[in-house]
């Protein structure tokens, strides 16, 4: 079956570095997502992507974060001048065309320790 | 304030025996109801995913119910499997793009043998 790949697994940096967390989602998918999650916490919706561009954030999703779609696989986020306050697991996710009610399939994350 | 609450925290059961957890959420608006299974160290996978006019829905062993009026949904596992071990996370959606996740904090389920 078809699954959403992350890289790294893993990715330690010093704090103030900018990092980019890369996915690639299932092939034939439009819709893609990028979620974080805390240690202990909640899952938090971070952003949507559609058509080449960005068509929802959250408030943490701010200036800090960017994400892009650099060739017709990888999705990517980047988060620049990181904060200890940015650890966390990062998931990135994907849903085909058509019904609202297809899932989204998410990856194994990225877990983003900031020193 | 959107609100999705869960219980209980965690659970310990048996090996086939049955189990349901309960979601509660104060979400306004509401467009669907989703359940996943998230194991330890992996993302979530969906089990279910329910509009308000959808009272039931199965997959597999697991059966979900939703309740819009009282705006509860409950999560059932029949014949648990130790592979059921894992976290269960309510999600509500506030539109139907599914861009407007409020996420449960889950219910950590456990299966012994």
């Known amino acids: 079956e078809p699954e959403v790949t992350q890289t790294p697994s893993h990715q330690v940096t010093q704090m103030g570095q900018e990092v980019i967390l890369r996915c690639v989602p299932i092939s034939n998918h439009l819709y893609f997502y990028w979620y974080r999650q805390i240690l202990g916490q909640k899952v938090e919706f971070l952003v949507s992507f559609y058509n080449n561009e960005i068509s929802e954030k959250s408030e943490i999703f701010d200036d800090q974060f960017s994400v892009e779609r650099p060739d017709g696989s990888n999705f990517t986020l980047k988060i620049r001048s990181t904060k200890l306050e940015d650890s966390a697991m990062y998931f990135c996710a994907s849903r085909a065309q058509g019904l609202w009610s297809q899932p989204q399939h998410f990856g194994d994350g990225t877990r983003l320790s900031i020193l | 304030k959107n609100q999705v609450e869960q219980s209980p925290q965690s659970l310990i059961i048996l090996e086939g025996k049955n189990c349901t957890l309960q979601?509660?959420?104060?979400?306004?608006?509401?467009?669907?109801l989703r359940w996943y299974k998230q194991d330890t160290g992996r993302g979530p996978v969906s089990l279910t995913i329910?509009?308000?006019?959808?009272n039931t829905k199965s997959n597999g062993r697991y059966t979900a119910t939703l309740d819009a009026d009282t705006k509860q949904s409950s999560l059932h596992i029949t014949a648990s499997q130790l592979s059921d071990s894992a976290s269960y996370i309510c999600v509500v959606s506030l539109n139907q793009a599914g861009t407007a996740l409020i996420f449960g904090k889950g219910t950590t389920l456990s299966v012994s043998s």
């Open positions: 979601c509660n959420y104060t979400v306004s608006p509401f467009s669907n």
């Open positions: 329910m509009t308000f006019s959808e």
